[in-house]
């Protein structure tokens, strides 16, 4: 494996484990613990944010180098989405974590922090099905190319 497919399997792991770990210690803390907890993790996530913009940019950019102008279904399909994911992510999801911390640290639980939570929510469970559509095609685009490789292989067909 090559150092730049080595880059993008891990910014991607750590894309999905972030996301994934923002999402649901916003649902368990939202509905399980009190404000206080609710505080800690819209804090932890508006810290978070950074992490995740960078992984995200990582795997993006080492996605696109790799894929360059390959004309396979699954690239079409990745790149496709990719807009999606981003476009969530700057438009809805960052600016709705700083607004939630901020909302959060002055104590302000009113109905626009609720709103706005559950559009992060809805959003985030979006973005999360997107990215997880994205590694399911990676991993598939992976094996085709292993089984490429392998001396007198057949290179399945997309179906």
């Given at each position: 494996m090559t150092l730049k497919r080595k880059v993008h399997a891990i910014a991607a792991a750590a894309t999905v484990v972030l996301l994934a770990t923002f999402w649901s210690s916003t649902l368990i803390s939202e509905l399980f613990l009190s404000s206080v907890a609710v505080t800690?993790?819209?804090?932890?996530?508006?810290?978070?944010?950074?992490?995740?913009?960078?992984?995200?940019?990582?795997?993006?950019?080492?996605?696109?180098?790799?894929?360059?102008?390959?004309?396979?279904?699954?690239?079409?399909?990745?790149?496709?989405?990719?807009?999606?994911?981003?476009?969530?992510?700057?438009?809805?999801?960052?600016?709705?974590?700083?607004?939630l911390a901020s909302r959060a640290t002055?104590?302000?639980?009113?109905?626009?922090?609720y709103a706005v939570q559950v559009l992060e929510l809805l959003v985030g469970g979006i973005n999360l099905t997107l990215i997880g559509l994205n590694v399911r095609d990676g991993l598939r685009l992976s094996s085709r190319r292993r089984q490429a490789m392998k001396p007198n292989a057949q290179i399945p067909r997309e179906i």
């Open positions: 800690a993790v819209k804090q932890g996530i508006a810290y978070g944010v950074l992490a995740l913009v960078l992984a995200m940019a990582a795997t993006g950019a080492t996605g696109f180098s790799m894929g360059g102008k390959g004309k396979l279904p699954l690239l079409a399909a990745k790149r496709k989405r990719m807009p999606f994911i981003a476009i969530n992510g700057l438009v809805i999801l960052i600016p709705s974590a700083l607004f002055a104590g302000v639980f009113d109905a626009r922090f």
